[in-house]
């Protein structure tokens, strides 16, 4: 065996280690791959963070409409020990104009936006912190050959 072909045969073992060790990444990206859009994986990952943001959801919306129910029993309460009485007919003069109603639609629609896009940041970072740990040993990206 001459030099020539010992060094061919250490190089075709060094490039079968680098492809061995490539189809073990690509193996590990496909399954994380496979992970990452898998609707009943997530939600048994991330399930109970689902569940603790989708609670602060419900207990801010109840919370704003207790206030707002209590400012309009307050109201309320004001007007009848004054003795205001509800009209036997609508009144006109108080209803608001449309645009105001427009405006007041679209200034909702702004503030629920921006709201919407911390909660998505906070449940992207939630996401990214719960990934799956590479097995011990293995990083699960190929090395350089050397």
Do not use: C, Y
Request: cysteine-free; hydrophobic content about 40%.
């Amino acid at each position: 065996m001459s030099s020539d072909d010992k060094s061919r045969d250490e190089i075709e073992s060094e490039a079968n280690l680098v492809r061995s060790k490539l189809m073990h990444t690509v193996e590990q990206l496909d399954r994380r791959r496979h992970e990452a859009l898998n609707l009943g994986h997530q939600l048994r990952s991330h399930g109970v963070k689902l569940a603790i943001v989708a609670g602060i959801v419900v207990l801010a919306t109840a919370s704003v409409m207790g206030l707002v129910a209590g400012q309009m029993a307050v109201v309320w309460d004001r007007r009848r020990r004054s003795g205001w009485r509800l009209p036997s007919r609508p009144v006109d003069r108080e209803r608001r104009p449309f645009f105001v109603d427009l405006i007041r639609s679209a200034a909702l629609m702004v503030i629920t936006t921006a709201l919407s896009v911390p909660a998505r940041r906070l449940a992207s970072k939630l996401s990214a912190s719960a990934s799956v740990p590479p097995e011990p040993g293995r990083s699960g990206v190929a090395e350089a050959p050397r």
